[in-house]
């Protein structure tokens, strides 16, 4: 057994921009000449995890495209926050056309620079789009299928926040079950949003085979950063998605969006996975799953859970949900192994 | 017709004022139009809201550009927005601020204005001292009451217990309540001081 | 019972009150709030029995409305902007296919430039879909008109669009009065299919039509609206007697008796065009107004009606032909072919500009003097256009129009309020 040597230094997830690692294990963001593909100044509320996931997730690809990236963007908060025209965050070539059409958008922009680069104009410039979940699950969803079904070379990822937020937070399919939304509110015999079958576009992305996909939350930055530079090592379609908490939808305080992804991921809630060809590579385990209880409590859109009669029921089926999802992806980290 | 203007930044309950000052006039057998900015505003960017009140039928649609009151539900807005603008000459401001109107600023703008048609009252500090929330609206509401004259503070207390219940009711109320006192002491001792320089 | 309400929930409530048995909709601002209350009135048990379907598009609200409504239930749906264009191509299916669907179109410009406020471009590009179009003047004109838009889709077989301008009216807390259940009731029977799936009398509803007989389905579509046009005062008379107010019908008229100038306008704006006129007629202008409630179909006879006497139409337009002028004043004109008066057509408040009584003041008084271009932008900022057109000229890659023009305006300007 090799011993590690003592390091006196802070390294680890939580240390996202220490300069004090060396070069090949550094963040993106922790570089002076980071790209800053969204600038400061934008619209966003404080402590919006879609913000933070976007800025890392576009700067990685960035610096993984040598700067030759053009990004399609799906109307939604991000679209809308990042542009308040005549200003906009973007140092990067982006467009924004309509709610639902952003990875058909993607692939005609990518099938151009194909053709111009056959003509030998312009070099290897990369295609990312980008969306919310509801761009992306919903009204996005037959375009996105299509992309992938044709493997086309465009990367997209989505942001996960679990609803319509930039409309005033209304249920979208990714919204999780019992969660209040403005169009599931906490009323009647069944408050908050349906159990229903539930749709995790990840596995659904699987199905397509397609080269890569992969799952990441703003807790895990450098995790995420991983993944956008393994996407981008590889050509065709690929999908990223990742959960960006969202302090007005979700009723949590500003500061705690990074600890709410933290608490989804440790509780099994939500898994984070990589994929090749429809296949599972690797996750990031779990030491010790917590329980659900710890994810939903500070929320407000699961406020009615509990009160003064908790919804026990409800709150053990959501359990029962995070503990499949650790047992189907294997996130329990076994004893001993790290 | 009465135009009030509420400045005040997303998240801080600015449309929700500006409605319950509608409902407190309705309540009073008048007509009363209150409407939003329209923005696509995030959480702390400053939104505006509009209030009409009149004892006929209210058909004109178009913004309030030129206010009989102001209500700023947050003072950084002073300097950023052109908070004043249109305001009638010696119409009335209510600003959320425990400051006076020199330390934040406004001395020259205000020299000649009738000093008890100014008034400023801690409607946050009163927010969270009943409510336990940062929220300045309601409070607002009841120093509103005050200044203007238009509308009684039961109209005001009414629409907040109809807006909501249990202790945010209570918590509102008391906050309006002693924000309606402090106004009300300001403005009699602005009138006392401008008798004496009479 | 009168109340002081937002506009979104009185017609959330309206619509309820006509007892709607599915309703799916797709969240588009300044929609939101109204099928927003409708979603918790059916999840609370208060709108029962009553299936509220969450769709993933507009395409799909409407597509779901229209099974529902073949499948005999009262179908409701809302929406703006983007979202009607998004689901255009069933828009023309439901009205096609003769399903009496009713929805609120809370209208919104349509982009680009993404645009979220106040126009009636939406809703007006749909104008030939076949589906009826009602205009409301204000918050309670939009909550009657959608007691009165379920008993015409239905006595008609017809899709119905209920107009109401987003966030001016949908957003707008204002007073209402309330019918109750009784009186919608007695109103609005219950619903009877023309044409129904149903297992015990089978029917194939969309079948393919050939060129034999096409041209005749559509002919048919469009007098089946000629027919609308008739029945229409007398639904609007039958809902004053029961619930004691004017609202709907085809036009109604302000101050035109002896007016030499008659504005002609739809919606929420003409409740300012009002006060204008107000003010000018204290001055002694002979002025007046024509709202038109009825867009679809087109009133000409009334409208000609109202119209003959004046010696000026002013039609004032939250819309656009772009490569015409005006939409609404190009149907105005039909309703005018042969008469000889001035006509001018102004189009204003595009993507949510103010309509200002100044601007109208100053508007109406030249075109009193017959000093108006025939088409007239109102507020236009003609430096704005010509510094970007002599860019344009002058460079190749001028960039994207939106972008210059709110660079010229500069920031400040740019935040409306
Ligand atoms: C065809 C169409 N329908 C509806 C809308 C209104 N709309 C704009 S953004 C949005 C919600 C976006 O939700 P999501 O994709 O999850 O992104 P988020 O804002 O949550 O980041 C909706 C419903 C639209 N722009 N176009
Ligand atoms: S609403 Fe949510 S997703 Fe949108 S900007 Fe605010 S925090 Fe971000
Ligand atoms: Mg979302």
């Known amino acids: 057994m090799s011993f590690q040597p003592v390091k006196f230094y802070q390294t680890g997830t939580f ?247 933290r608490l989804a991921k440790e509780t099994g809630i939500f898994p984070v996975f990589e994929a090749e060809h429809g296949e599972i590579k690797s996750v990031l385990t779990i030491r010790r799953p917590l329980p659900v209880e710890e994810y939903l409590r500070p929320q407000k859109r699961y406020a009615h859970l509990f009160g003064k009669n908790p919804a026990v029921e409800t709150i053990a089926h959501i359990q029962a949900l995070a503990d499949r999802n650790i047992r189907k992806y294997r996130l329990e980290a076994r004893q001993g192994s790290h | 017709m009465f135009q009030v203007r509420i400045h005040g930044r997303g998240g801080q309950g600015v449309v929700t004022a500006a409605e319950m000052l509608s409902v407190a006039a309705f309540d009073e057998g008048r007509h009363a139009q209150a409407f939003p900015s329209f923005g696509s505003e995030r959480m702390g960017a400053p939104v505006v809201a509009f209030c009409r009140i009149s004892d006929r039928e209210i058909r004109l649609r178009e913004p309030i550009m030129e206010p009989d009151a102001i209500i700023i539900q947050d003072p950084t807005l002073l300097h950023q927005v052109d908070v004043f603008a249109g305001l009638k000459q010696d119409g009335y401001i209510l600003i959320n601020t425990n400051k006076t109107f020199d330390q934040l600023g406004l001395g020259d703008m205000i020299r000649d204005w009738r000093q008890e048609r100014l008034c400023t009252v801690p409607a946050m500090e009163l927010a969270l001292k009943h409510v336990g929330r940062p929220v300045p609206n309601v409070p607002l509401l009841g120093g509103f009451a005050a200044i203007a004259g238009v509308l009684k503070i039961e109209s005001v207390i009414k629409a907040i217990s109809e807006r909501f219940s249990g202790k945010v009711a209570a918590g509102n109320i008391a906050a309006a309540s002693e924000a309606y006192a402090i106004v009300i002491a300001e403005m009699e001792a602005a009138r006392r001081k401008e008798n004496q320089h009479a | 019972m009168l109340k002081q309400t937002e506009g979104s929930r009185a017609v959330a409530e309206a619509v309820a009150l006509c007892r709607p048995e599915v309703i799916c909709a797709y969240p588009i601002s300044p929609q939101t709030h109204i099928v927003e209350a409708l979603g918790e009135m059916v999840k609370d048990g208060s709108l029962a029995p009553c299936e509220f379907i969450n769709v993933e598009s507009e395409f799909a609200a409407m597509s779901v409305a229209i099974g529902a409504s073949a499948a005999g239930a009262r179908s409701y749906t809302a929406t703006a902007s983007q979202g009607l264009l998004y689901m255009a191509e069933a828009v023309y299916n439901a009205s096609g296919l003769g399903l009496p669907i009713v929805m609120t179109v809370a209208n919104r ?208 337009e939250k819309s656009m032909a772009i490569g015409l002028g005006g939409i609404l004043s190009t149907n105005v004109r039909m309703a005018l072919s042969g008469l000889h008066m001035h006509g001018y057509t102004v189009i204003a408040g595009l993507g949510g500009r103010a309509i200002t009584k100044k601007s109208l003041h100053g508007l109406f008084r030249e075109a009193g003097q017959d000093a108006l271009e025939s088409v007239t932008f109102l507020d236009l900022d003609w430096n704005m256009v010509n510094k970007q057109l002599e860019r344009e000229k002058a460079h190749r890659r001028s960039g994207p129009v939106a972008e210059n023009l709110l660079r010229d305006v500069g920031v400040v300007a740019a935040r409306n309020y």
């Not at chain 1, 100044?41 to 933070?52: D, N, S, T, V």
């Not at chain 1, 308040?84 to 058909?104: C, K, V």
């Not at chain 3, 039509?209 to 609206?225: D, I, S, T």
Request: proline share 5%.
């Open chain 1, 15 to 261: 240390t996202v921009g220490n300069r004090l690692l060396p070069p090949e294990e550094r963040s993106v963001q922790a570089s002076a000449k980071r790209y800053n593909s969204i600038n400061s100044g934008h619209r966003a509320c404080q402590g919006c995890g879609e913000a933070l996931g976007a800025r890392y997730a576009i700067d990685a690809a960035m610096e993984a495209a040598d700067g030759q990236i053009i990004a399609a963007n799906a109307t939604g908060c991000l679209e809308v926050f990042s542009t308040p025209y005549p200003e906009t965050s973007w140092q990067i070539p982006w467009i924004h056309s309509l709610f639902g059409n952003t990875a058909a958008v993607a692939t005609g922009v990518a099938a151009a620079l194909k053709v111009k680069r056959q003509k030998g104009q312009g070099g290897d410039v990369r295609v990312v789009a980008q969306g919310g979940d509801g761009g992306t699950t919903d009204i996005g969803f037959g375009c996105l299928s299509g992309m992938f079904e044709r493997n086309d070379d465009v990367l997209y990822i989505c942001y996960d926040n679990g609803g319509y937020m930039n409309t005033g937070v209304q249920r979208s399919s990714a919204t999780p079950p019992a969660a209040r939304t403005a169009t599931t509110m906490a009323v009647g015999p069944e408050p908050g949003n349906v159990f229903g079958q539930g749709k995790f576009v990840p596995a659904i992305a699987m199905a397509h085979d397609i080269p890569y996909v992969a799952t990441a939350t703003v807790a895990d930055l450098r995790d995420l950063e991983a993944k956008v530079r393994r996407a981008m090592e590889i050509r065709g379609a690929r999908y990223i998605h990742i959960l960006v908490p969202c302090p007005l939808g979700w009723g949590t305080a500003s500061h705690d969006t990074i600890r709410m992804a």
């Open chain 3, 109 to 316: 410009s349509i982009g680009a430039p993404i645009n979220i406020w106040n126009d009636h471009s939406d809703a007006l590009s749909q104008r030939d879909s076949g589906w009826l179009q009602l205009f409301a003047e204000t918050n309670q004109e939009a909550l009657d008109l959608h007691i009165q838009a379920f008993r015409l889709a239905e006595e008609l077989s017809l899709p119905v669009m209920v107009c109401m301008d987003g966030f001016i009216l949908t957003h707008a807390y204002e007073r209402v009065d309330m019918p109750t259940q009784a009186q919608v009731d007695a109103y609005l029977p219950t619903y009877e299919p023309r044409q129904v799936l149903d297992p015990a009398d089978p029917v194939s509803i969309g079948a393919m039509v050939g060129p034999e007989a096409f041209m005749e389905v559509r002919y048919l579509a469009h007098a089946k609206q000629l027919q609308a046009l008739e029945r229409i005062p007398a639904f609007a008379a039958e809902f004053r007697q029961i619930f004691g107010r004017d609202s709907g019908g085809l036009t109604h008229t302000y101050r035109t008796e002896d007016a030499e100038t008659i504005i002609v306008a739809m919606g929420s704006v003409l409740g300012t065009i009002k006060d204008v006129v107000d003010e000018m007629r204290e001055e002694g202008h002979r002025i007046g107004v024509l709202g038109i409630t009825l867009f679809r179909p087109f009133p000409i006879a009334r409208v000609r009606e109202g119209l003959q006497g004046a010696k000026r139409v002013v039609v004032l």
